[in-house]
């Protein structure tokens, strides 16, 4: 890991470590959701040059299945959200052996169709709830000694998770795997004649990515004691675009910059109401237009140094 990478990572975990005695603490466990969500969607976006519009079926999934895993099952913590990273990791795992046999715009259709008919089963089956999800999830006791309870003990368990994800994430980018991701990105034919199997490795890179936004979203049904509708929605697979694309796509800390800026918004600007979606709208249309490789895109042009 380069130096400047090494003290980005502690100055951001010493930040993490400080923030639930400044901010609301389910607030920064939103974020850090969130941006654990945003880093997986650019896996597969910004370095296997994949553009998911499902990607809520994973997301959304995971916070069910994991919801369910502590609710009804009676699983402690660390097990639900076990539970629910499994499931995203084996429908990401069948849905992306059906979806990469398209590229380009295909691709991203089918893809959306898929998260749709997950949605539609979020509606329809018994256990989900239907309408009103499943709440009052039970945070349980990690390991079946720790209460999470407590807003402090669960946000160190939350950040544990996603900290922990977001550095398994910067290995697999840099790993040999990462670099000939980027190739196939560049130039897939070029890839092809070189030997690869593309298709493998555009499946393993779909399904790690899937699995790792399903961490996001088990971590996140805990954290709120629910999983509902929102989190399979069609526009949640929008957001964690906007966030990646903001935030800078195909760079590491990029999709973590544009998760805090949106979820920060829709957190303060809530007050506005239905308005907060065009405020959104417009920071996205000046982000694009002033900041076309994202901020930290941007930024590490300005440095001369990828970030």
């Given at each position: 890991m380069p130096r400047l990478h090494k003290i980005i990572f502690s100055v951001l975990l010493a930040a993490l470590i400080v923030l639930?005695?400044?901010?609301?603490?389910?607030?920064?466990?939103?974020?850090?959701?969130?941006?654990?969500?945003a880093a997986a969607f650019n896996l597969l976006l910004g370095f296997g040059g994949l553009l998911s519009f499902g990607h809520a079926a994973y997301f959304g999934g995971a916070s069910y299945i994991a919801a369910h895993a502590a609710k009804v099952w009676g699983l402690t913590p660390e097990l639900a959200v076990l539970t629910g990273t499994a499931a995203a990791a084996v429908l990401g795992l069948v849905i992306g052996a059906l979806s990469i046999?398209?590229?380009?715009?295909?691709?991203a259709m089918v893809t959306l169709a898929f998260a749709q008919m997950v949605y539609f089963v979020a509606l329809q089956a018994e256990f989900t709830g239907g309408e009103d999800g499943i709440q009052s999830v039970p945070r349980g006791d990690l390991f079946g000694l720790i209460s999470l309870e407590g807003n402090i003990a669960l946000y160190f368990f939350v950040l544990?998770?996603?900290f922990g994800g977001i550095l398994l994430l910067y290995r697999i980018v840099h790993s040999p795997f990462g670099q000939v991701l980027k190739?196939?990105?560049?130039?897939?034919p070029r890839?092809?004649?070189?030997?690869?199997d593309v298709n493998r490795y555009k499946l393993i890179v779909f399904t790690l990515s899937a699995t790792m936004a399903g961490l996001a979203g088990a971590t996140k049904s805990q954290v709120f004691q629910l999983a509902s509708l929102t989190d399979v929605h069609w526009s949640m697979s929008g957001e964690v675009v906007l966030m990646t694309l903001l935030g800078g796509m195909g760079t590491i800390f990029g999709p973590l910059v544009g998760a805090g800026i949106i979820v920060?918004?829709?957190?303060?600007?809530?007050t506005f109401g239905a308005w907060v979606t065009v405020i959104q709208g417009v920071i996205f249309v000046l982000g694009v237009l002033l900041f076309r490789e994202g901020v930290v895109g941007v930024l590490a042009r300005w440095l001369k140094k990828p970030l």
């Open positions: 639930p005695f400044v901010v609301y603490p389910i607030f920064a466990m939103k974020v850090m959701c969130f941006a654990l969500f046999r398209r590229q380009g715009i295909y691709f544990t998770l996603t190739a196939i990105r560049e130039n897939e890839a092809i004649s070189l030997g690869y920060t918004m829709q957190n303060y600007l809530a």
